[in-house]
C-alpha cells in the first residue's frame, strides 16, 4: 500500500489531509513538526510527504538538508504552503532537494488529490 | 804702437825717406808717401791711413793745409803738419783745420813718436765721441719722448724732432730762448699756468720715473697741457733732471715729455665705463631695497638727473605700460609740471615723444620743444629730451624720458650709455612687477590657504622639516609661527622622536614618496578624553624642475564628525533593515495566521460537498456552498490586503527578470477566456511583437488578469473585452478595452486609491475588496510605468498601462524568508 507521510503543525490541517489521503487509499503516517518527521522518516519509508512550510522547530530548509544528510533526498516531497514561491526559490528547491511539486493553502480538495495521484504514478 | 798705417806727405825726397825710415823703426807702418796736395787727397780717400803726417810747404798748386782741409771735408784722419818754419800766418790757418799737432823740423824721433801717439789717441777719442754723438742723436730722433736740453741758465741747447713737433718750435729759433718760453704749460684742471715748467717739473717729480698719472679720485682734466706755439693745447706728462758735474754742479738740465692725448682718451673711456658700472651698481643696489615701484623708480630718476657730465634740467619721468596695452601710464616723475602730470598721465603709443619711443621703441633727442612735441601745457619751458624705450624681452614696457637744457647737442656715446641704463632700468621694472604678481599670488595662496579648515603643511622630504603651514595647522599645533617652522614634522603632528614607521604610523607621506602620486590615509586617533578622533590625511608631491620630489603637501582633515554621521547612518540603516526585515515577517507570519484555519474550513467543506462523508440533500448542498464561496473571497481579501500592505511599506520585493511580454499577455488572456465564456463573453487579442524587457512576471501577470477580470466583472452578458499590446520607442503599453457600464467621471481619480468605495449605484453585483487596481497601480510604478482609465459612464472603460524599456530597479534580491524564518 502506498504510503503517504503528513507533516504540519496544525492538527486540524494535518487530520483534514489524513482523511482525504486514507479516503483515496492511501496508507499515512502523521508528524506534526520537522524533528518528529525526521525521527520517523527512516522507519515509516513514505512514497511521498505533504510538507508544510513555516512549522515552529526546524526550519523547512534544515528539514531538507537533514532529509538529504539521511540520503534520503530521492524523496518525494510536495510542500503545502500559505504563500506561492517566487521562481527562484522554486529553482533552489529543484536543484537542491529534487522538489518540483506544490500545494497552496487554502488547496481545492480536488486538484490536490489529482496532483497527489500524478506525482505518485 | 804696432802697425798703425801712416801716410806721408813730403815734397823733399831725403826728407820723406828719413821720416819713413824713422817711422818703420818706431813699428809704423808707412803705406805710402806722396809729395803734392792732390795726391794726398786721393791716397787718404783710398787709403784711409790712421794718420797723416803733412809737410805744410808743399810744391804744386796745393799747399798741406788746403789738402788738410779738403781730405776733412770727407775723412776724420789725423793730421800732423810738419813745418820748417813757424810762419804766424800759416800757423794761423793750420789752426783752422784742427789739427792734431805739429812737428818742426828737423825734430827728433821722441817728438816724432810722441806727437804721433797723441795724435792718435786724441783722434780714437774724437772717434768715440763723434760716435756717442751720433748714438745720441739718432738715439734722441728715433724714440717717441720728446727730449729738450737746456743750460745751467734753463736756456734751450737742444731739442729732438718730436719736442720740436709738439711745441711748435725749430731747434735753430729755440736755441738759447728760456725754456718757459717754449714749454708753455698749465695746469687744464685749474687753468692755472704753470709759469716754471721745471719747477714744477723738478718740484712735483724729483724721483725719476714718477709720472703725471691719474689717480681714481681725479678726473681726466687735472693734468698738465702744453700749449704750444700755435696756441695748440696738447697733454702731456712730463719730468725733468739736472744734469749735474763732478762737482756736484748743476750744469745744466734734460725735460723729458710726451703727448698723452690718447692715453687720456682711454683713460677716458675706461672712466666712462667704471663710471657707467657704478651708476648701475647704485640701480641695482636701490632696486633691491624693500621699496614700492613707485619709490624705487623716483630713486633711480633722482640719481640719473643728477648725472654730472649730462646736463638736465633735473626733471624727468618714468612712464610704463600697466593694465591697458598700448597706452603709458606715469607712475614716477621728479620736478614735473603739474599740469604735465594731468595731460601727460595716460599717453597712447606713437603719441608725442613718449607715444613715439614706446611705438618704435627707438631713444627720442630733441634740442628744442619743436612741432614734434605735440603735447604742450601751460608755462611750458624751453627744453630739450631724450626719451628712452624701456625694453624687456624685445617688448616695449616703458619709456625713461629726462629733459635736457634747451640747446644740449646729441651725443651718441651719452645715448649708448643711457640705452644701457634704461635697460637696467626695464629689468628692474620687470622684476618688480614679477614680485609684486609673485607676492599677490602668495598672498592670495595664503589666504585661501589660510581660510581652509584642513590642518596643512609643506614638509622637506629630505629630513621631514616642516618649511610652511596655514592657521589651521599653526591652531592644531597651538604653537607659534617660529616653533613650528624648521620642526620636524613628526614630533610637531605626533610628538614623535622618529619618522612614523609602517604599520602603526602609516603616513601618506610615505605613501606620496613610493608611488609619486597623491595619496590618502585615515587614521584613528583618541583625544586626551578617550574621544575619538577620525584623522583623514592626504599628501601630494612637489616636484623640482629635475622631476624629483623635493617637498610634500600633507593636509589633515578631521573626519570625526563625519565619520561618527557614518557610523550612525550604517546603524540606522542596519536598524530600517531590521524593521524592514521584521515587517516583512510580521506579514508573512499574519499572511500563515489568517490563512491557516481557512484552510482545513475549506478542505473540509469540499470534502462534505464531495460526498466523502455520505450524501447530503440539495439545500445542505447550497449552505455549504456558500460557505465555501466566501471562504474563497475572504482569502483574497486577505491575499490582497497583506499585497497591499507590502506594496505600500516597500517590502514586496520585485523579482525583475527578462520576459516576453507578449507571453504574459497571451498567458492571461488565455486563462481568463473560460472566465468570459462562463459570462457569456468575448475576448480578443490585438498584439505586435515586442522585444523582451526587463519585469516582474509574476506581478505583470497579476495586473492583467486584474484588468481582464474588471472588465468581465462590469461587463454584461454577450460584452466584448479588447486586449491590445503595443509599443513606441520608450513604453510598452497594455489597454484593456470593455463595452460594460463604464465609470462617472468623479470616480476616475477614486479607482486607484485603496478603500474608497465607489457609490451604490453600480450595483451590488460588482461588489469587491476595491483593492485590485490600487494593486496594479502600485505594481505599474514599481516598474517605472503608469496606469489610467479612459472612460464613459453607461459605454464602457479602457485601462491603459505602460512600462519603459530601461528602468532602473534597485530592488534586493529575493529572499528566501519563507524557507527559512519560523513562524
Not at chain 2, 217 to 245: A, H, S, W
Not at chain 2, 315 to 337: K, N, T, Y
Request: aromatic share 6%; with cysteine; net charge negative.
Amino acid at each position: 500500500m502506498t504510503k503517504i507521510m503528513i507533516v504540519d503543525d496544525n492538527r486540524d490541517i494535518a487530520e483534514t489531509l489524513k482523511t482525504i489521503m486514507e479516503m483515496e487509499n492511501y496508507e499515512t503516517e502523521v508528524a506534526y513538526n520537522g524533528e518528529e518527521f525526521l525521527g520517523k522518516v527512516d522507519a515509516v519509508k513514505p512514497d511521498l510527504v505533504l510538507l508544510d512550510v513555516m512549522m515552529p522547530g526546524l526550519k523547512t530548509k534544515e528539514i531538507l538538508i537533514r532529509l538529504k544528510e539521511k540520503r534520503l533526498d530521492d524523496l518525494k516531497i510536495m510542500l503545502v504552503s500559505v504563500v506561492r514561491f517566487s521562481d527562484e526559490e522554486k529553482m533552489i528547491l529543484k536543484n537542491e532537494f529534487n522538489i518540483r511539486e506544490y500545494v497552496t493553502k487554502p488547496f481545492d480538495v480536488t486538484e490536490l488529490v489529482n496532483r497527489v495521484r500524478n506525482t505518485l504514478r | 804702437m804696432p802697425n798703425e798705417r801712416i801716410l806721408v806727405v813730403e815734397d823733399e825726397r831725403i826728407t820723406a825717406e828719413d821720416i819713413r825710415r824713422r817711422l818703420l823703426r818706431m813699428g809704423y807702418n808707412v803705406i805710402s808717401i806722396v809729395d803734392s796736395g792732390e795726391k794726398a787727397i786721393i791716397e787718404a780717400s783710398e787709403q784711409k791711413p790712421d794718420l797723416i803726417l803733412m809737410d805744410i810747404i808743399l810744391k804744386g798748386k796745393m799747399d798741406g793745409i788746403e789738402a788738410t782741409e779738403q781730405i776733412h771735408s770727407n775723412l776724420n784722419i789725423p793730421v800732423i803738419f810738419l813745418t820748417a818754419l813757424a810762419d804766424e800766418k800759416i800757423l794761423e790757418r793750420a789752426k783752422e783745420t784742427s789739427p792734431f799737432g805739429y812737428l818742426v823740423k828737423p825734430f827728433q824721433d821722441r817728438d816724432l813718436h810722441i806727437t804721433i801717439e797723441i795724435a792718435l789717441y786724441k783722434s780714437k777719442i774724437d772717434k768715440e765721441l763723434r760716435e756717442s754723438k751720433e748714438l745720441f742723436h739718432t738715439t734722441l730722433k728715433s724714440i717717441g719722448d720728446a727730449v729738450v736740453v737746456m743750460d745751467q741758465n734753463n736756456n734751450i741747447l737742444f731739442m729732438n724732432q718730436v719736442s720740436q713737433r709738439l711745441t711748435g718750435w725749430d731747434l735753430k729759433d729755440a736755441a738759447g730762448k728760456p725754456i718757459s718760453e717754449i714749454y708753455r704749460i698749465h695746469n687744464e684742471a685749474t687753468g692755472d699756468r704753470i709759469e716754471d715748467p721745471l719747477i714744477k717739473a723738478v718740484d712735483t717729480r724729483i724721483t725719476f720715473g714718477m709720472e703725471n698719472q691719474f689717480t681714481k679720485d681725479q678726473t681726466f682734466l687735472d693734468q698738465t697741457t702744453l700749449i704750444n706755439k700755435y696756441g695748440i693745447k696738447v697733454p702731456v706728462e712730463d719730468r725733468c733732471d739736472m744734469i749735474i758735474d763732478d762737482h756736484r754742479n748743476v750744469i745744466g738740465s734734460v725735460l723729458v715729455f710726451r703727448d698723452i692725448s690718447e692715453h687720456i682718451l682711454i683713460k677716458k673711456e675706461q672712466q666712462e665705463r667704471d663710471q657707467t658700472q657704478v651708476f648701475i651698481n647704485k640701480l641695482l643696489q636701490i632696486s633691491l631695497n624693500d621699496l614700492s615701484l613707485k619709490e624705487i623708480l623716483e630713486q633711480i630718476l633722482d640719481h640719473l638727473i643728477t648725472l654730472p657730465w649730462i646736463e638736465y634740467t633735473l626733471q624727468g619721468g618714468i612712464w610704463i605700460v600697466e593694465d591697458e596695452p598700448g597706452v603709458l601710464a606715469l607712475v614716477s616723475q621728479r620736478r614735473l609740471d603739474t599740469s604735465l602730470q594731468t595731460i601727460c598721465g595716460r599717453i597712447p603709443f606713437g603719441k608725442c615723444i613718449c607715444g613715439r619711443c614706446a611705438s618704435t621703441g627707438e631713444i627720442q633727442y630733441t634740442d628744442h620743444v619743436d612741432e614734434k612735441h605735440e603735447v604742450r601745457y601751460k608755462d611750458i619751458s624751453p627744453h630739450g629730451h631724450y626719451c628712452l624705450p624701456l625694453v624687456f624681452s624685445g617688448k616695449v614696457i616703458g619709456v625713461l624720458n629726462l629733459f635736457l637744457k634747451e640747446g644740449r647737442p646729441r651725443n651718441l656715446k651719452e645715448e649708448d650709455f643711457l640705452k644701457t641704463y634704461a635697460d637696467v632700468v626695464a629689468g628692474i621694472i620687470q622684476r618688480k612687477k614679477t614680485e609684486i604678481e609673485l607676492k599677490r599670488s602668495n598672498d592670495f595662496m595664503s589666504t585661501v590657504l589660510n581660510s581652509i579648515n584642513d590642518a596643512i603643511c609643506i614638509i622637506d622630504v629630505q629630513d621631514h622639516k616642516i618649511l610652511g603651514f596655514n592657521s589651521a595647522f599653526q591652531k592644531e599645533a597651538g604653537l607659534e609661527e617660529k616653533k613650528i617652522i624648521g620642526e620636524h614634522c613628526y614630533k610637531i603632528t605626533h610628538n614623535y622622536t622618529q619618522p612614523c614607521k609602517p604599520p602603526d604610523g602609516v603616513c601618506a607621506l610615505f605613501e606620496t614618496m613610493r608611488t609619486g602620486k597623491h595619496a590618502v590615509v585615515e587614521h584613528l586617533h583618541y583625544g586626551p578624553n578617550g574621544k575619538k578622533i577620525y584623522l583623514e590625511v592626504s599628501t601630494s608631491p612637489v616636484r623640482n624642475e629635475m622631476g624629483r620630489i623635493i617637498k610634500v603637501v600633507h593636509s589633515t582633515r578631521d573626519t570625526t564628525e563625519r565619520k561618527l554621521a557614518e557610523e550612525h547612518l550604517k546603524q540606522v540603516n542596519i536598524e530600517l533593515k531590521r524593521a524592514d526585515e521584521l515587517k516583512t515577517q510580521f506579514l508573512s507570519v499574519i499572511s500563515h495566521e489568517l490563512r491557516t484555519p481557512l484552510t482545513p474550513m475549506n478542505a473540509q467543506l469540499q470534502m462534505i460537498l464531495a460526498g466523502y462523508f455520505g450524501e447530503i440533500t440539495e439545500k445542505q448542498k447550497k449552505s455549504l456552498e456558500m460557505i465555501l464561496k466566501n471562504i474563497g473571497r475572504l482569502d483574497r481579501l486577505i491575499g490582497n490586503v497583506l499585497d497591499i500592505s507590502k506594496l505600500e511599506s516597500g517590502v514586496m520585493k520585485f523579482n525583475m527578470v527578462p520576459a516576453s511580454i507578449n507571453e504574459i499577455v497571451e498567458n492571461a488572456v488565455e486563462t481568463m477566456k473560460i472566465h468570459a465564456m462562463n459570462n457569456n463573453m468575448k475576448i480578443t487579442l490585438k498584439e505586435e511583437k515586442i522585444p523582451r524587457i526587463t519585469i516582474d512576471k509574476d506581478r505583470i501577470t497579476q495586473a492583467i488578469l486584474n484588468l481582464i477580470h474588471n472588465a468581465i466583472k462590469f461587463s454584461d452578458a454577450g460584452g466584448e473585452i479588447e486586449v491590445e499590446l503595443s509599443c513606441d520607442a520608450k513604453n510598452v503599453t497594455v489597454k484593456v478595452k470593455d463595452n460594460g457600464i463604464g465609470i462617472k467621471k468623479e470616480d476616475i481619480d477614486k479607482l486607484f486609491k485603496p478603500f474608497q468605495q465607489l457609490d451604490s449605484s453600480y450595483g451590488r453585483k460588482y461588489e469587491g475588496s476595491g483593492l485590485g487596481l490600487v494593486i496594479c497601480n502600485r505594481i505599474i510604478i514599481n516598474h517605472g510605468g503608469k496606469i489610467w482609465v479612459e472612460s464613459e459612464f453607461g459605454k464602457g472603460s479602457t485601462f491603459i498601462f505602460s512600462i519603459p524599456y530601461i528602468h532602473e530597479v534597485k530592488e534586493e534580491k529575493v529572499e528566501s524568508i519563507r524557507l527559512e524564518d519560523n513562524k
